[in-house]
């Protein structure tokens, strides 16, 4: 009685909706009757923890007891059948688990609502049954079948314009399960209370899973507007794709078909197994859920066993191909290649269909490898392997696919390997005798410095390898040298034009070219600025030796380095940005969406004034550690600002300025001399581009004014995208990257003019 009294305790946490913190074994309901059962759910009703549209649901506790009774054991091997006998039915919700991105609010969802600045007030909000929330002060607002994005963006507005410096913050508090009817080739039929994240294979878990005769490709999910899904499970099994999985929504229900024609694969596949085909299907496709044919696979004899209805026989066809269907189709028969039978050769490696080939149709190699097709193949060295009755290596051919007189006319021998590597990895499993061979052949590029090694065999050329590797040869020296130990040395030669035969320890080198000396720029604050020419590899310490002193109005702490290199990059960057900015105007108009905003982004890019890129930021003035440690390059450009006492203000407020700094200066109190915040200002995000060029990230201290501005500052405050275009939603990043080089090149510019 003891157990009992538990147990009923345990059932009052199973069906609450508004707790899911609790999971029940369902197999503790063998334990018990219905009457007492019954009693569970009268003090359930009687404190108000069922819903009132599930009071009259069918005792589903009673189907999962039947369920847990089967061991989900199959001795028939039909594949995929297995899948739900593990998967938990519990609806307690995960807590670690993220929301789903298309979660839909239902009936009895809670709503945590958290009001904070001008009014600090929590509100926790349920769905009622009309499908709205009472918002206090606000009324109804209807939320039922909305997304919870959906939701989120429906409150904000609200609130904005409802209260003046209110930021809301919204959460699910509660989730209601969800009602689901489950019918078809089902182990268990019914109507299930299910976890509200759960998919389609989570809800089909609840009846049991998919009966041996139900179909895994043939499930369709029907909504309550009569909306139709279907859903092939193999999908999921085979290809990993869970894009047809959709998550359940309240109302839904399941339809499971009786599958149509099962067919075996066994043999030489990697997977045996029955299988579950639809109409049109061939042995190409079997295959494929079989996980393919294993390397001892005859892809040439492949049989079929077909049900002859008419006949009321079986049917069997022979070396059949992969483009069979199978229709009435009963067994799939891969043979392999047998020890008996060595007429054939391995082929491993760069091809379409690695594995056993026989001999009796190729005799040279040359009539071979025009038959075979290649995937992403290393072509200047292939290995052919021959061997004995014993099984060890007899020969070692290395040819080239680039060059056919190195394969031409070479017999095929039964028990051989072929090996043709990949072009990205330019390796072989082979014997040692090969693989001396093939470091024999090597081909070393030295490029300014850098080695590359390749095997290489046969007739090449030494610009088909600067493109394999991607080398950069715009700033490498005219003289390109190309040294055979065993040979001759060519020099000073195009490398353009350079072909040769492979021969032993091959060796090209590509030379740097030699610049001992470096020009820099230096403007501003200074005694002598200019133009400055120095030794390669000086530092920006060595530049300040030269240009004798500083003004006595020089801003050492705001001192600015730029780079070409740096600057080019955000030039490109910018470049990018403004090309998708005009596709995506295009894409606008032909959706008839509004393209303004676009067209604004448009004119940001197109603002921003080179001249003002490029900076490196961080601390270069002359009395830092790291000016000794700063190597120039050429066209480097250091500029000294005069002293400034300014504060500039720029972004998303009512009017940008410029005043003097003061000592008790708060990013609050600067940003209310520019009139304040903008209404789509994002307050969130208000940083400080320093003097030296480094940003200081806002945090909701300063909001708080305790963070200090000081001279020569940038305060800036960014734009929050809160747009419904779709379009500008897409563009995010580049907007990021648009705000982030104006902001930098405008704070730049202030610092350089005052």
Same mark, same amino acid.
């Not at 009294?5 to 909706?17: A, N, P, R, T, V």
């Not at 065993?486 to 320890?505: E, H, R, W």
């Given at each position: 009685?003891?157990?009992?009294?538990?147990?009923?305790?345990?059932?009052?946490?199973?069906?609450?909706?508004?707790?899911?913190? !609790?999971?029940?074994?369902?197999?503790?309901?063998?334990?018990?009757?219905?009457?007492?059962?019954?009693?569970?759910?009268?003090?359930?009703?009687?404190?108000?923890?069922?819903?009132?549209?599930? !009071?009259?649901?069918?005792?589903?506790?009673?189907?999962?007891?039947?369920?847990?009774?089967?061991?989900?054991?199959?001795?028939?091997?039909?594949?995929?059948?297995?899948?739900?006998?593990?998967?938990?039915?519990?609806?307690?919700?995960?807590?670690?688990?993220?929301?789903?991105?298309?979660?839909?609010?239902?009936?009895?969802?809670?709503?945590?609502?958290?009001?904070?600045?001008?009014?600090?007030?929590?509100?926790?909000?349920?769905?009622?049954?009309?499908?709205?929330?009472?918002?206090?002060?606000?009324?109804?607002?209807?939320?039922?079948?909305?997304?919870?994005?959906?939701?989120?963006?429906?409150?904000?507005?609200?609130?904005?314009?409802?209260?003046?410096?209110?930021?809301?913050?919204?959460?699910?508090?509660?989730?209601?399960?969800?009602?689901?009817?489950?019918?078809?080739?089902?182990?268990?039929?019914?109507?299930?209370?299910?976890?509200?994240?759960?998919?389609?294979?989570?809800?089909?878990?609840?009846?049991?899973?998919?009966?041996?005769?139900?179909?895994?490709?043939?499930?369709?999910?029907?909504?309550?507007?009569?909306?139709?899904?279907?859903?092939?499970?193999?999908?999921?099994?085979?290809?990993?794709?869970?894009?047809?999985?959709?998550?359940?929504?309240?109302? $839904?229900?399941?339809?499971?078909?009786?599958?149509? !024609?099962?067919?075996?694969?066994?043999?030489?596949?990697?997977?045996?197994?029955?299988?579950?085909?639809?109409?049109?299907?061939?042995?190409?496709?079997?295959?494929?859920?079989?996980?393919?044919?294993?390397?001892?696979?005859?892809?040439?004899?492949?049989?079929?066993?077909?049900?002859?209805?008419?006949?009321?026989?079986?049917?069997?066809?022979?070396?059949?191909?992969?483009?069979?269907?199978?229709?009435?189709?009963?067994?799939?028969?891969?043979?392999?290649?047998?020890?008996?039978?060595?007429?054939?050769?391995?082929?491993?490696?760069?091809?379409?269909?690695?594995?056993?080939?026989?001999?009796?149709?190729?005799?040279?190699?040359?009539?071979?490898?025009?038959?075979?097709?290649?995937?992403?193949?290393?072509?200047?060295?292939?290995?052919?392997?021959?061997?004995? $009755?014993?099984?060890?290596?007899?020969?070692?051919?290395?040819?080239?696919?680039?060059?056919?007189?190195?394969? !031409?006319?070479?017999?095929?021998?039964?028990?051989?390997?072929?090996?043709?590597?990949?072009?990205?990895?330019?390796?072989?499993?082979?014997?040692?005798?090969?693989?001396?061979?093939?470091?024999?052949?090597?081909?070393?590029?030295?490029?300014?410095?850098?080695?590359?090694?390749?095997?290489?065999?046969?007739?090449?050329?030494?610009?088909?390898?600067?493109?394999?590797?991607?080398?950069?040869?715009?700033?490498?020296?005219?003289?390109?040298?190309?040294?055979?130990?065993?040979?001759?040395?060519?020099?000073?030669? $195009?490398?353009?034009?350079?072909?040769?035969?492979?021969?032993?320890?091959?060796?090209?080198?590509?030379?740097?070219?030699?610049?001992?000396?470096?020009?820099?720029?230096?403007?501003?604050?200074?005694?002598?600025?200019?133009?400055?020419?120095?030794?390669?590899?000086?530092?920006?310490? $060595?530049?300040?030796?030269?240009?004798?002193?500083?003004?006595?109005?020089?801003?050492?702490?705001?001192?600015?380095?730029?780079?070409?290199?740096?600057?080019?990059?955000?030039?490109?960057?910018?470049?990018?940005?403004?090309?998708?900015?005009?596709?995506?105007?295009?894409?606008?108009?032909?959706?008839?969406?509004?393209?303004?905003?676009?067209?604004?982004?448009?004119?940001?890019?197109?603002?921003?004034?080179?001249?003002?890129?490029?900076?490196?930021?961080?601390?270069?003035?002359?009395?830092?550690?790291?000016?000794?440690?700063?190597?120039?390059?050429?066209?480097?450009?250091?500029?000294?600002?005069?002293?400034?006492?300014?504060?500039?203000?720029?972004?998303?407020?009512?009017?940008?300025?410029?005043?003097?700094?003061?000592?008790?200066?708060?990013?609050?109190?600067?940003?209310?001399?520019?009139?304040?915040?903008?209404?789509?200002?994002?307050?969130?995000?208000?940083?400080?581009?320093?003097?030296?060029?480094?940003?200081?990230?806002?945090?909701?201290?300063?909001?708080?004014?305790?963070?200090?501005?000081?001279?020569?500052?940038?305060?800036?405050?960014?734009?929050?995208?809160?747009?419904?275009?779709?379009?500008?939603?897409?563009?995010?990043?580049?907007?990021?990257?648009?705000?982030?080089?104006?902001?930098?090149?405008?704070?730049?510019?202030?610092?350089?003019?005052?």
């Amino acid at each position: 009685m003891i157990f009992k009294k538990q147990f009923l305790l345990l059932s009052i946490s199973f069906f609450s909706f508004f707790s899911f913190t !609790q999971e029940v074994d369902p197999s503790l309901l063998s334990q018990l009757s219905l009457d007492e059962i019954e009693a569970a759910r009268e003090i359930l009703e009687s404190q108000k923890l069922i819903a009132p549209e599930i !009071q009259d649901m069918p005792d589903v506790e009673e189907s999962l007891v039947d369920i847990k009774e089967d061991d989900g054991e199959s001795d028939s091997n039909k594949f995929g059948y297995d899948f739900f006998s593990k998967m938990p039915t519990t609806l307690s919700a995960v807590g670690d688990l993220p929301l789903p991105a298309d979660y839909r609010i239902s009936l009895r969802d809670q709503l945590r609502v958290i009001l904070s600045g001008s009014r600090d007030q929590i509100f926790n909000l349920n769905v009622n049954l009309d499908g709205t929330i009472l918002f206090p002060e606000l009324g109804s607002v209807f939320v039922a079948g909305l997304t919870f994005k959906e939701v989120k963006d429906k409150l904000s507005n609200i609130i904005d314009q409802s209260y003046i410096g209110v930021n809301i913050d919204i959460s699910l508090q509660n989730l209601s399960a969800k009602k689901v009817t489950i019918v078809g080739t089902v182990k268990a039929p019914g109507t299930y209370l299910i976890n509200p994240f759960s998919t389609i294979t989570g809800a089909l878990a609840y009846s049991g899973g998919i009966s041996e005769i139900g179909s895994l490709r043939d499930i369709k999910l029907i909504r309550n507007n009569g909306t139709v899904f279907s859903f092939d499970l193999y999908d999921l099994l085979i290809k990993g794709d869970r894009s047809n999985d959709l998550t359940i929504e309240a109302g $839904d229900t399941i339809l499971v078909n009786a599958a149509s !024609q099962f067919v075996e694969i066994k043999g030489a596949v990697n997977r045996p197994a029955i299988y579950e085909v639809l109409d049109g299907e061939e042995v190409g496709d079997i295959v494929n859920f079989a996980l393919g044919f294993t390397q001892t696979a005859n892809k040439t004899n492949i049989s079929i066993a077909y049900l002859d209805l008419d006949n009321a026989s079986i049917e069997t066809k022979t070396n059949v191909n992969l483009s069979q269907e199978l229709k009435d189709a009963l067994v799939v028969d891969v043979f392999s290649y047998t020890n008996e039978n060595n007429l054939s050769l391995s082929i491993l490696g760069a091809i379409e269909e690695p594995g056993f080939y026989s001999l009796e149709k190729y005799k040279d190699l040359d009539d071979l490898i025009e038959d075979l097709k290649f995937i992403d193949v290393y072509p200047w060295l292939a290995v052919l392997e021959q061997f004995d $009755d014993d099984n060890l290596i007899k020969s070692s051919v290395l040819f080239s696919l680039n060059d056919k007189s190195t394969y !031409q006319s070479v017999e095929l021998l039964p028990n051989s390997k072929l090996y043709f590597a990949n072009i990205d990895e330019r390796s072989f499993s082979v014997g040692e005798a090969a693989k001396r061979l093939i470091d024999d052949y090597s081909l070393i590029i030295n490029h300014k410095d850098d080695l590359y090694e390749l095997p290489i065999i046969g007739k090449y050329s030494v610009k088909s390898f600067i493109d394999l590797l991607g080398l950069d040869m715009t700033d490498v020296d005219n003289n390109a040298t190309y040294i055979s130990p065993l040979d001759s040395i060519i020099v000073n030669d $195009d490398y353009n034009k350079m072909n040769f035969i492979a021969k032993k320890y091959n060796t090209i080198s590509f030379r740097a070219p030699v610049n001992d000396l470096i020009n820099v720029r230096i403007e501003g604050a200074i005694d002598y600025p200019g133009l400055y020419t120095l030794k390669a590899d000086s530092t920006l310490q $060595d530049l300040y030796k030269l240009v004798g002193n500083f003004k006595a109005e020089a801003f050492l702490e705001g001192v600015v380095f730029q780079r070409e290199s740096v600057r080019d990059r955000q030039l490109k960057a910018i470049e990018n940005a403004d090309a998708t900015l005009n596709k995506s105007i295009l894409f606008s108009m032909q959706q008839r969406e509004d393209t303004n905003d676009i067209s604004m982004l448009t004119a940001l890019a197109e603002s921003i004034e080179p001249e003002n890129l490029g900076r490196i930021a961080g601390n270069f003035s002359p009395l830092s550690d790291s000016v000794k440690d700063t190597i120039l390059f050429e066209g480097d450009t250091i500029v000294v600002p005069k002293l400034s006492n300014v504060v500039n203000i720029i972004g998303a407020v009512l009017n940008p300025i410029a005043f003097e700094h003061s000592d008790d200066l708060r990013i609050e109190s600067a940003i209310a001399r520019a009139g304040g915040y903008q209404s789509y200002a994002d307050k969130r995000r208000v940083y400080i581009i320093k003097a030296n060029g480094l940003v200081e990230k806002s945090s909701r201290n300063i909001f708080q004014g305790n963070s200090n501005i000081e001279p020569g500052d940038t305060v800036v405050v960014p734009t929050k995208i809160n747009s419904n275009n779709t379009t500008i939603q897409r563009l995010v990043p580049i907007i990021q990257i648009l705000s982030d080089l104006s902001f930098s090149a405008a704070a730049l510019d202030n610092l350089t003019e005052n």
